[in-house]
């Protein structure tokens, strides 16, 4: 879910920090259940998935189920189509998402729709999941009510090839919650650009798109940028949606890692999802640092 | 799994110790106790009469008072009415987990689950995962044992065939204009995102059997399923083919207008569906298939005696004419139609067929869930 | 404009087709059948329990853990407050579903005994790992919370007065960021009643796993609980805001005095 809508309230670096330099004796003993707690809860599944990925089944180190999940055409397809879909409905999430903020930033702090927009914004972002699968096959199924109205003006959508329960389905009801997620990343930085900035570049004389071109743009840049990322990362880890809506036999990664490891008895494939688990980590974790280092960028204007 | 591969000694050996201690200490305990008051160990027991007779088997079982079963749903060939029935008799609580899993999901909580309170008592699978798992079962015989034919139980027991039924083809006439009833018309663009099986054929059995159907119907045999794997490779590939599981809302709702199935599921749908839309059920014209699925007791069985008690039910006549009510073939059919003991109202029920199919061997069945599991995702990417 | 009409047809259309299709029943008439159905199911309510005991576990747990972390190390080891954030944000470069098979895995080898101990019930399985993905927002809320307030001039105060390390967590400290502890604990118990991935792989019947199976058997049922289900996370999340702003006024207030 939008767990990591959580990254936007980005936290500006406390000044007691850099004073008192050190750490007093003894005092590190306050954070060792946390720590511990971390170690055991986070590192015991996480541990389990890397050996199980780079051991066989007798626990002799392979290469084989990584390698596995470059040369089957299944799962390298799975693969395809999970980046894909992130891809897509960031971009998506994306475009329709600053569009939306910047309608609702330019009609003013104190006007309704803000408020209205804003508190939505809240609430579907975390309107993802079984919940929002059931409400798009309730709309666009073959019975859904979008379906039954469209069908009164004449458009058949189930003989368009149109089918809530695939991929297409799938993207559609991704949206629904990366542009609201969207939304609320990007509006801060919205906000940030002063309109004394804009004075000043009218005044001496710029357009409108020279103003976008030269300074509204290189300031949002780095926080579109990282906003596309976080929905990006949002969307690859994904699962319960595309659950809901399709079933395990989603041929997207995190229904082949639960196809695998919930195993056919014929062949002992739990490594392989593993490994697909392992990859998945990389993914994230590469948009994670990429995003960190945007973050910073993006809050140098924003003071 | 892999649970059963992997040596996990360096990790756990500590634990193992405590546990080994704990547990001979426990066994020692229960041992003296079980001496002391004359009870049985259900969960070694073969059959009702070895472990002192059903109304000890009844009365062990009531002290349990939970029943795990998994992957029983509640439209399928009556297990619902087989739930409460079993409760109101014998007041014991039933738990159906997953009731809309697949064998091998069934399977899967037999072994991870261990010994575990959660754990499934009993399971009901297909042909296949019986035969592949039969260690993770224990030996009973049901006093009706020896009314179910040699061809459909395990010599030792482990496991025998409970009900069965034909492949079929449901249909939303709704939302088809013309309801296909052979394999062949369903290749036909007509039926462009139309046709779904119930679930995956690599981990369900019904599905599993939808493909071997559909073998029969292209030049296949029971020998040879993989025409059936073709066929549904260029229903796939067509696009006539829905990844969408036929479960009973995807039905209701429409995603699935064209279901395979068991005819037991399909007919129960008509009925459920019957103020929304027809739903037809049509055994195909090119394909006679059918299938027993087999019952089974688990041999790690939190409540060992309530889950012999619910087999003594199942194939009970009472319960052989359940499942006969929700258009199953109970595997005792044709003993209970010569003594009389069958419900004759429920049997005018069962769906026509006009060729009565010839059921696989066992080695038929493994050749095919074999090949399955190979080709089967390739075939669909 | 135009971007406003299509956002409302697009965001409101599913939320009024969920809510019609809701109201439309077996029998082809309209009415309340789906919702009358949600009382006489037993599974439902049963797993329902199970959630709720397993959100307010999770709660309390991410509460006693977190909170006093925060505040140690806004106090005590200030140079330490990137790393410990860093960690606390790790969870989500881990996707449930790994997480899910990590566990998985873990079961299969853990040894009779101990996976009697923690697996044989959701409550011991599903905890705490819920308490680990809870963590990047739990801590940082907290920490938003913890750093708005006074916090060395209020513990020194309330130790010279002779209080202990608990009176100044759980009287001078907690009611003093219950705003930041009520988003923490709400974004938990958001987060344990929409968690299906993990507790549906590792076979337990929790409030959103009964949805999912109650939505392959009857739709109409399965989509009027989610119509429930977002209207009570909204119901929630106003609360909460409401709740917060009572407080922060009556820190204003108290400022004027």
């Known amino acids: 879910m939008g767990s990591v809508a959580v990254l936007e309230q980005s936290l500006p670096e406390d000044p007691a920090a850099r004073r008192r330099r050190g750490i007093p004796r003894g005092a590190w003993v306050g954070i060792v259940p946390f720590t511990l707690y971390v170690l055991v809860f986070l590192g015991g599944p996480l541990y389990e998935v890397i050996y199980g990925a780079f051991t066989t089944t007798g626990g002799s180190l392979t290469w084989h189920n990584f390698s596995q999940t470059f040369s089957q055409p299944e799962y390298r397809s799975a693969f395809e189509e999970s980046l894909k879909i992130s891809v897509v409905t960031s971009l998506l999430g994306g475009f329709f998402g600053v569009w939306l903020a910047c309608a609702v930033v330019t009609a003013g702090p104190r006007s309704p729709l803000r408020r209205i927009v804003g508190s939505g914004a809240g609430v579907l972002a975390y309107f993802a999941g079984v919940p929002l699968a059931f409400a798009f096959i309730a709309t666009l199924g073959r019975y859904g009510e979008a379906t039954t109205l469209l069908g009164h003006v004449g458009i058949d959508l189930g003989a368009s090839g149109f089918d809530i329960s695939s991929l297409t389905g799938v993207e559609l009801a991704y949206v629904y919650f990366q542009v609201p997620l969207m939304v609320l990343l990007i509006t801060p930085a919205l906000e940030g650009l002063r309109p004394e900035w804009r004075e000043a570049a009218t005044g001496l004389g710029a357009s409108t798109f020279g103003y976008i071109r030269h300074v509204a743009a290189p300031v949002l840049a780095p926080a579109i940028l990282g906003g596309l990322l976080l929905l990006f990362g949002n969307a690859f880890a994904a699962y319960a949606t595309s659950y809901a809506l399709v079933g395990i036999y989603v041929n997207l990664v995190p229904g082949w890692i639960q196809q695998l490891i919930s195993g056919n008895v014929l062949v002992d494939e739990n490594g392989i999802g593993l490994a697909l688990g392992v990859e998945m980590i990389v993914v994230i974790a590469v948009v994670m640092v990429a995003y960190g280092l945007l973050q910073r960028r993006a809050t140098r204007w924003l003071r | 799994m892999s649970s059963d591969h992997r040596q996990p000694a360096k990790r756990t050996r500590g634990m193992a110790l405590a546990v080994v201690v704990a547990g001979t200490l426990a066994i020692a305990l229960a041992a003296s106790s079980g001496a002391a008051s004359g009870a049985t160990n259900w969960s070694t027991a073969t059959s009702a009469t070895s472990g002192g007779g059903l109304s000890a088997l009844i009365k062990a079982a009531k002290a349990e008072g939970t029943l795990n079963v998994i992957a029983d749903p509640k439209n399928w060939a009556d297990y619902g009415v087989e739930i409460s029935t079993f409760e109101k008799l014998y007041g014991i609580k039933v738990n159906d987990e997953n009731p809309l899993g697949t064998s091998q999901q069934e399977i899967t909580a037999v072994q991870d689950l261990g010994s575990q309170s959660r754990a499934p008592d009993v399971v009901d699978i297909g042909q296949s995962y019986a035969l592949a798992n039969a260690s993770l079962f224990a030996p009973y015989k049901v006093a009706e044992w020896s009314d179910i034919p040699a061809a459909n139980k395990d010599p030792q027991g482990r496991w025998w065939n409970d009900y069965g039924g034909y492949v079929s083809i449901g249909c939303n006439t709704s939302i088809v204009k013309v309801c296909p009833t052979s394999f062949a018309q369903m290749t036909n663009p007509e039926y462009k995102n139309d046709i779904a099986l119930d679930d995956p054929p690599t981990t369900a059995n019904s599905a599993f059997s939808g493909v071997w159907a559909a073998a029969l119907a292209n030049g296949g045999s029971l020998a040879n399923i993989q025409p059936g794997i073709t066929f549904f490779q260029t229903l796939h590939h067509d696009g006539n083919f829905v990844e969408t599981p036929g479960l009973p809302a995807a039905i209701a709702s429409g995603q699935t207008p064209i279901v395979i199935d068991w005819d037991y599921n399909n007919a129960a749908e008509t009925g459920l569906n019957k103020a929304k839309f027809k739903w037809t059920v049509a055994i195909p014209t090119d394909a006679s298939f059918a299938a027993y699925y087999a019952a089974a007791i688990n041999v790690k069985a939190p409540d060992p005696a309530a889950a012999r008690l619910w087999e003594e039910f199942l194939f009970s006549p009472k319960g052989q004419n359940i499942w006969l009510e929700g258009y199953a073939r109970p595997i005792e059919l044709p003993t209970m139609i010569k003594s009389g003991s069958v419900n004759k109202t429920f049997e005018k029920l069962l769906p026509p067929v006009a060729v009565a199919a010839k059921y696989p061997t066992q080695a038929q069945v493994t050749a095919a869930e074999a090949l399955i599991a190979k080709e089967w995702a390739a075939s669909q990417s | ?257």
């Not at chain 3, 881990?94 to 101990?114: E, N």
């Not at chain 3, 010279?160 to 100044?168: I, N």
């Not at chain 3, 987060?191 to 991935?197: D, G, I, N, S, T």
């Open chain 3, 1 to 257: 404009m135009a971007i406003l009409v299509l956002a409302a047809i697009f965001f409101l259309g599913p939320l009024i087709s969920a809510i019609r299709f809701s109201l439309e029943q077996t029998n082809g008439k309209d009415g309340l059948g789906n919702y009358t159905q949600l009382l006489h199911n037993a599974a439902l309510g049963g797993s329902l329990v199970t959630s709720l005991e397993i959100a307010a576990l999770t709660t309390a747990i991410m509460l006693a853990l977190m909170l006093p972390t925060v505040v140690w190390v806004r106090l005590r080891l200030p140079r330490l407050a990137l790393l410990v954030e860093s960690i606390s944000v790790l969870p989500i470069v881990i996707p449930p579903i790994v997480m899910a098979a990590g566990l998985a895995t873990l079961q299969s080898h853990a040894s009779a005994g101990l996976s009697n101990l923690i697996f044989s019930s959701p409550l011991t399985a599903l905890t705490p790992v819920y308490v680990i993905l809870a963590m990047p927002f739990a801590y940082r809320s907290l920490d938003v919370g913890v750093r708005a307030i006074d916090l060395r001039t209020l513990v020194d105060a309330a130790r010279s007065l002779g209080a202990g390390w608990t009176t100044v967590l759980g009287r001078v400290i907690l009611p003093n960021v219950r705003t930041a502890v009520l988003t923490a604990a709400s974004l938990t118990v958001a987060l344990v009643l929409a968690e299906v991935v993990i507790a549906e792989t590792l076979l337990y019947t929790t409030y959103p796993v009964e949805l999912v199976d109650t939505g392959q058997a009857q739709l109409g049922v399965a989509v009027a609980l989610s119509v429930l289900s977002l209207a009570i996370t909204w119901m929630l999340l106003l609360a909460i805001s409401f709740i917060g702003n009572r407080g922060a006024s009556r820190a204003r207030i108290g400022r004027l005095l």
